[in-house]
């Protein structure tokens, strides 16, 4: 693949990061600096986790939540405290400089917490990740992720959908901040058991894999203080450059699986595009309901 040229100086950009494509770190730089534009709203002023792969997408990869100042002087920091009560500077980002820098330093994938800096405590996102066990088709995994849809609905919450870049797909559904981390857990609990209540044979809401064979894990638990979930339009670090996708609803119907976008095809996508498929998400003034 040609290397694009990035928006800000990348060194070793003829590293090669994901070796089945002969995609370099050079193609990644340039990949985010052409999605800027889409990515940047789900991103910007949220705690981020990174994925971060020094010997590319094959070899050994790591999470990273913790600010460092040799992440660039775009990288900023944000004070909060950790589970064991100690404070704890978390990274975030304003801008796609800052985004770019976070490439620079061989990040493939990027994680947002569910709330924003100013007030981290006070959700604005809930996500199910919908992750079928193996042998479930596709079209029930597309299937289940309209039921949930109509089921936020029904509880007064419109939802959106992207695909995972894995085997499944995440619906989102924004709400006006101001409940707490612990409502938001009680209602996707609730919500998630309920699902699973109604139709067993196929829906699971416990991780436990010796319960998950055959069925649908409905994965609720994204949705406390300090957890994560991939954003749109960010890279997987596997094989083929995986893209999470976000879609409209009704583009659902017409692909192939939840990696069905890779790094190509979500840079043609992207430069085609004339609306963000998640156009209005920011501006529904929706409330979480009660368990």
Known sequence: ?????????????????????GITKGDVAAYYNAVSRWILPELVRRPLSLVRCPQGADGECFFQKHHAATLGKSVAAVRLEEKDGEPADYLYVTDAKGLLELVQMNTLEFHPWGSRIDAPDKPDRLVF?????????WKTVVAAAREIRKRLDESGLESFVRTSGGKGLHVVAPFRRGPSWEAAKAFCETFAKAMVEHQPDLYVATA??????????????????????????????????????????????RLRGGAAFGMKAALKRAETLDADPWAGIDKLQQRLPKA
């Open 208 to 253: 436990s894999k010796a319960l998950r064979e055959e069925r649908i894990f409905i994965d609720w638990l994204r949705n406390t203080r300090g957890a994560t979930s991939v954003v749109g339009w960010s890279l997987r670090a596997r094989a083929g450059a995986p893209v999470a996708m976000p879609l409209r609803w009704e583009e659902l119907g």
């Open 129 to 137: 990740d919908l992750d079928p066990a193996p042998g479930v088709a």
């Open 1 to 21: 693949m040609a290397t694009r040229k990035p928006a800000a100086m990348v060194t070793h950009a003829e590293r090669v990061v994901f070796p089945d494509d």
